[in-house]
């Protein structure tokens, strides 16, 4: 049968199961927009800015587990895409992107609107396609979603010249993909993982590092059987966080550059160390060559560009956590490190790195820890980057897996409201609530008209310190208080809500936090709440840059009068 290669991509689309596309048209996407009534299976999403449509498809993906699509036309609807693309790279998230292109006729010629994106997204995406057939589309479709769901998941772009939108050709879906250059290794090799668990059955001081690898291939059953079964305590990257329940007696929370101080210390005394889907990023290693000096490292992970690249590795293991694990703990000798949980358990008394100060002004980590109490740890929590990112990943108890979604690699400010709407999007029944900075939310704050336009039930947490506030905290700590271009200015957040057309309230003070993240959750749709909070509060610990992961800095002690415990250390089994 005879079809456009519009009609060719919304029926290859359809057969991968998509489901949501979101996007904004242009001129070289307008025969694939004129197609999608077609094809009422495809939801169409209409963002403000392209950056918010590969969020959404970022947030989309990451909540549910599918790959996520966006679409944008050519020049600056594909490259306003391009940050969103290498923030889904960096995190491993599956994303397609689409993206309208100029008539075969023109490419290369300067024409209106015409960008090499295949060029300039090369090094950020899995793989690209430049379709200049519109026989070859439906084959180029498969590729793309085998591709970027398939061993570490990443984002792939489909490059489509508008003339190839309109020429016919015969459709065809193909049943499976040829691609022999490309075989993911999912089985671990049987010695190394023999080797592994040498190691682990014969440590002393073992300790789990966790990462978003954990997450990817579903392996929470496998990582806490290893867990429980040779009792080893567990800590997690920030993109880890949710693999492994927060609650649990072996749980030690994240680790790195604002990770809790016992985390960091552990990771400085272990004799064995065993890292599970994670790539040793600078933020969770800080000075390498002072990482883990004690311990001998097992390093898993399904890309084997990863192993070696950062930190040294004993045992690399290269495949599929969730079938490593599995393997893997049919070797595990139960073996109790009660000493070693005691002294864990001593630091983190000594330590506690996330006690909430008795203060008059409202403190961010009371609101975040308020979020938590109030939606009792059920809710999708997204964040922007910044501050409140490492705030909401310190103060919530992550149980649920897979209940935060934030930007790991590239630290994308402006990524919280297009990924909660992504998130929302593809978790209808879930709360999900966006934790985002005043300076992160300003990025992409256009995208509420989506909101409003889509009714997405997000509920909006700002946390408003009138600073871009990370920076001014490094400033303080390190430039000595020269508060260069961080004091931030900003609309009345709850009059920009109404403008939009969704309800909004300001919170200043302590006893009005409660009823207000009540009357949000009471709201069936979407609910903003500006949280007034202490202008100059910083985050810690922290782990100063150079410095080894033990030489943490913790709070001030003057600070010391607590208010209250963070969700984490009011855990009854801690």
């Not at 009534?37 to 918010?52: D, M, S």
């Not at 950020?124 to 570490?152: C, M, P, Q």
């Amino acid at each position: 049968m005879k079809m456009t290669g519009a009609q060719i991509l919304c029926e290859s689309l359809v057969r991968e199961g998509v489901e949501v596309i979101f996007g904004i048209l242009g001129g070289s996407v307008l025969p694939l927009y004129d197609t999608l009534p077609q094809y009422p299976q495809l939801r169409h999403i209409l963002v403000r800015h392209e950056q918010g449509a590969a969020h959404a498809a970022d947030g989309y993906a990451r909540a549910t587990g599918k790959v996520g699509v966006c679409m944008a036309t050519s020049g600056p609807g594909a490259t306003n895409l391009v940050t969103g693309i290498a923030n889904a790279y960096l995190d491993s998230v599956s994303i397609v992107a689409i993206t309208g292109q100029v008539a075969r006729p023109f490419i290369g010629k300067d024409a209106f609107q015409e960008i090499d994106i295949t060029g300039i997204t090369l090094p950020i995406t899995k793989h690209n396609y430049l379709v200049l057939d519109a026989g070859s589309l439906a084959e180029t479709v498969k590729e793309a979603f085998h591709l970027t769901r398939s061993g570490r998941p990443g984002p792939v772009l489909i490059d489509l010249p508008r003339d190839v939108q309109i020429e016919q050709a015969e459709f065809h879906y193909p049943s499976r993909v040829d691609l022999p250059g490309y075989k993911p290794t999912l089985q671990g090799h049987p010695a190394q993982i023999k080797k592994a668990a040498k190691l682990i059955n014969e440590a002393r001081q073992p300790l789990i590092i966790a990462g978003r690898g954990v997450i990817i291939s579903g392996a929470y059953n496998e990582l806490k059987e290893l867990a429980e079964r040779a009792q080893i305590p567990v800590v997690t990257t920030l993109l880890g966080i949710s693999c492994f329940p927060e609650s649990h007696v072996l749980s030690y929370g994240m680790l790195g550059m604002h990770g809790m101080a016992y985390a960091n210390m552990a990771v400085a005394a272990a004799d064995v160390l065993i890292t599970i889907g994670m790539r040793f990023d600078d933020r969770a290693t800080a000075k390498v060559s002072a990482f883990a000096p004690h311990a001998h490292i097992i390093h898993i992970d399904i890309d084997p560009a990863e192993i070696g690249k950062n930190v040294r590795v004993d045992v690399p293991i290269v495949g599929d956590v969730k079938v490593v694990l599995n393997a893997l703990n049919k070797l595990i000798i139960s073996t109790p490190h009660i000493d070693w949980i005691e002294q864990l358990d001593g630091w983190r008394r000594e330590h506690p790195s996330i006690e909430i100060r008795d203060t008059e002004g409202l403190l961010p980590q009371f609101v975040i820890c308020k979020i938590y109490e109030v939606t009792r740890g059920e809710a999708i929590i997204v964040t922007g980057v910044g501050q409140h990112q490492m705030w909401a990943a310190q103060h919530c108890c992550y149980d649920r897996p897979n209940s935060i979604i934030s930007s790991g690699g590239l630290g994308t400010m402006g990524f919280g409201l297009p990924a909660a709407i992504g998130a929302k999007v593809g978790c209808p029944g879930d709360m999900v609530w966006l934790i985002d900075g005043d300076g992160s939310f300003q990025m992409t704050i256009q995208e509420l008209a989506t909101i409003v336009q889509d009714n997405i039930a997000v509920k909006i947490a700002i946390i408003h310190n009138s600073y871009l506030g990370m920076v001014r905290q490094w400033q303080e700590l390190f430039y000595g208080k020269r508060y260069v271009a961080t004091p931030l200015s900003g609309p009345d957040y709850v009059k920009i809500a109404e403008a939009y057309g969704l309800p909004g309230l300001r919170v200043t003070r302590k006893a009005e936090v409660i009823p207000a993240i009540q009357q949000a959750m009471d709201e069936p749709g979407p609910f903003l709440i500006d949280f007034v909070v202490e202008p100059e509060e910083n985050v810690y610990p922290m782990v100063p840059p150079g410095a080894a992961l033990a030489e943490v800095l913790e709070a001030p002690k003057e600070k010391a009068k607590v208010l209250s415990d963070s969700a984490k250390l009011s855990v009854s089994n801690i």
